[in-house]
């Protein structure tokens, strides 16, 4: 009897112990440990992973805890570990998809460029390599037959990505949010007009109750036959070629480039960049006036003085270009008009 009782604290206290390894924390790695789980992998094969990489102290802890909750289901992805953890907690860790990831953010206005600069900063793809998967169309030219790249396509939003996202997945990601906002907004019109005025609104104004109205006077333009004479397009025209350093010169606004809205008439042939929600609305649904002309206000307001009349117009720029003038003479930062 009394070698019954000893042999019952034995195995409590081997329990104990055997319970309480599994809840103290662990840390064999000495750099970030990531662990790689495919669709459909076994627990067996989990714990193996987590062994080798130093995880858990040994596959074992981790196929104990899997005993102790056998309804929980063990998520697929990429795992990052970085602190000592128990095997109770790195288990907690797979039956919730806690998986790594990197958040790409991508505001309205963004360029391909911009973008690039942005994916090459994350480390997971290169820029170039993003570039190249934006130059071809193929992604969205069934819904867009007239896009040449992916420019326009690409809504500005929050992406999550992983080490292993390609150029190519992202830019699916992307153009998929586009088919999903489109969907839920447009009427029946080409898409590929609509998101290069939109894209235009994007960059001629940051104010969404102005872009119904940019809307407007551009098109009253296109109407006419009037040239836009839109810088940002100037600028992407320059940006195409590789020669913009900052600022608008004679030459960007005297080039033949088809992108540029001073000496071509009509839209660009595409999108100039990546327009949101707002801006798609605005083109789809531009306010009814006969304006032609914007400059931006003087006062810094981010808004527009609109015109009917050259001869107003030209008194509005002249406003603008001496208060622009008194703030440069003050120190302050210089300001774009607009047209």
Same mark, same amino acid.
């Given at each position: 009897?009394?070698?019954?009782?000893?042999?019952?604290?034995?195995?409590?206290?081997?329990?104990?112990?055997?319970?309480?390894?599994?809840?103290?924390?662990?840390?064999?790695?000495?750099?970030?440990?990531?662990?790689?789980?495919?669709?459909?992998?076994?627990?067996?094969?989990?714990?193996?992973?987590?062994?080798?990489?130093?995880?858990?102290?040994?596959?074992?802890?981790?196929?104990?805890?899997?005993?102790?909750?056998?309804?929980?289901?063990?998520?697929?992805?990429?795992?990052?570990?970085?602190?000592?953890?128990?095997?109770?907690?790195?288990?907690?860790?797979?039956?919730?998809?806690?998986?790594?990831?990197?958040?790409?953010?991508?505001? *309205?206005?963004?360029?391909?460029?911009?973008?690039?600069?942005?994916?090459?900063?994350?480390?997971?793809?290169?820029?170039?390599?993003?570039?190249?998967?934006?130059?071809?169309?193929?992604?969205?030219?069934?819904?867009?037959?007239?896009?040449?790249?992916?420019?326009?396509?690409?809504?500005?939003?929050?992406?999550?990505?992983?080490?292993?996202?390609?150029?190519? *997945?992202?830019?699916?990601?992307?153009?998929?949010?586009?088919?999903?906002?489109?969907?839920?907004?447009?009427?029946?019109?080409?898409?590929?007009?609509?998101?290069?005025?939109?894209?235009?609104?994007?960059?001629?104004?940051?104010?969404? *109750?102005?872009?119904?109205?940019?809307?407007?006077?551009?098109?009253?333009?296109?109407?006419?036959?009037?040239?836009?004479?839109?810088?940002?397009?100037?600028?992407?025209?320059?940006?195409?070629?590789?020669?913009?350093?900052?600022?608008?010169?004679?030459?960007?606004?005297?080039?033949?480039?088809?992108?540029?809205?001073?000496?071509?008439?009509?839209?660009?042939?595409?999108?100039?960049?990546?327009?949101?929600?707002?801006?798609?609305?605005?083109?789809?649904?531009?306010?009814?006036?006969?304006?032609?002309?914007?400059?931006?206000?003087?006062?810094?307001?981010?808004?527009?003085?609109?015109?009917?009349?050259? *001869?107003?117009?030209?008194?509005?720029?002249?406003?603008? &270009?001496?208060?622009?003038?008194? &703030?440069?003479?003050?120190?302050?930062?210089?300001?774009?008009?607009?047209?």
């Amino acid at each position: 009897m009394r070698r019954g009782r000893v042999v019952l604290a034995l195995l409590s206290a081997a329990a104990a112990a055997a319970a309480l390894t599994l809840l103290l924390p662990y840390k064999g790695f000495d750099a970030d440990a990531y662990i790689d789980i495919a669709s459909g992998t076994k627990t067996t094969e989990v714990a193996r992973l987590l062994a080798e990489g130093g995880v858990v102290r040994s596959r074992w802890d981790f196929l104990a805890v899997r005993v102790l909750r056998p309804r929980a289901k063990l998520q697929a992805g990429e795992y990052l570990f970085r602190q000592p953890a128990s095997a109770w907690q790195t288990f907690r860790r797979l039956a919730s998809g806690d998986v790594f990831y990197y958040e790409l953010t991508v505001p *309205e206005g963004k360029n391909i460029f911009d973008i690039a600069a942005a994916v090459d900063k994350l480390g997971t793809i290169r820029g170039d390599d993003f570039l190249a998967a934006a130059r071809g169309a193929s992604l969205i030219r069934d819904l867009a037959p007239g896009a040449v790249t992916l420019e326009g396509y690409l809504f500005p939003d929050t992406y999550r990505i992983t080490r292993h996202t390609t150029a190519t *997945e992202l830019c699916g990601l992307m153009t998929g949010r586009f088919r999903q906002v489109w969907k839920s907004i447009s009427a029946d019109q080409q898409v590929h007009p609509v998101v290069t005025l939109a894209s235009l609104l994007e960059k001629e104004t940051a104010r969404d *109750e102005e872009r119904p109205i940019v809307a407007s006077a551009l098109q009253n333009r296109l109407r006419l036959g009037m040239p836009l004479d839109c810088d940002p397009t100037a600028i992407y025209a320059a940006l195409l070629e590789h020669r913009y350093y900052g600022g608008l010169s004679r030459s960007d606004l005297d080039s033949k480039n088809p992108y540029n809205t001073y000496q071509n008439a009509g839209l660009p042939p595409g999108p100039i960049a990546n327009p949101g929600l707002s801006s798609l609305k605005a083109a789809l649904n531009p306010d009814k006036t006969d304006f032609i002309y914007f400059v931006a206000r003087p006062d810094g307001s981010g808004l527009h003085t609109f015109s009917r009349e050259l *001869e107003a117009h030209n008194r509005a720029v002249d406003k603008y &270009r001496r208060a622009n003038l008194k &703030r440069n003479q003050a120190g302050a930062p210089k300001s774009v008009p607009r047209r």
